[in-house]
């Protein structure tokens, strides 16, 4: 199983970026997806996850500018980010909570992480 993140990139601050997270691999079923970030020299923090079934959460930080959204057909989750702050600069995870084929637990596996680098 993996999860490869892309979309990152070097954007303005007020301006915006769309990341996607695709796992592949034998697959059984995938519960929560969701999208962390970690700065430089600090800890991972949580941005947005979303369920199978469509609930969200967000970091209060993130209502308003950041959308989650999912497209379970594809096993991809995508993050839309607006009104970018040079704040938001870090690299950005995702992660999914699934059971692999024959397995029968969930687990959570994380993508290799995109920059985001918001400038001012």
């Known amino acids: 199983v993996q999860l490869q993140a892309s979309g990152g990139g070097l954007v303005q601050a007020g301006g915006s970026l769309r990341l996607s997270c695709a796992a592949s691999?034998?697959?059984?079923?995938?519960?929560?997806m969701g999208w962390y970030r970690q700065a430089p020299g600090k800890q991972r923090e949580l941005v947005a996850s979303?369920?199978?079934?469509?609930?969200?959460n967000y970091a209060d930080s993130m209502k308003g500018r950041f959308t989650i959204s999912r497209d379970n057909a594809k096993n991809t989750v995508y993050l839309q980010m607006n009104s970018l702050k040079p704040e938001d600069t870090a690299v950005y995870y995702c992660?999914?909570?699934?059971?692999?084929?024959?397995?029968?637990?969930?687990?959570?596996?994380w993508g290799q992480g995109t920059q985001v680098t918001v400038s001012s």
């Open positions: 992660k999914a909570n699934l059971r692999r084929v024959g397995g029968n637990l969930y687990a959570d596996y």
């Open positions: 691999g034998r697959i059984f079923s995938i519960n929560v």
């Open positions: 979303i369920t199978s079934g469509g609930r969200i």
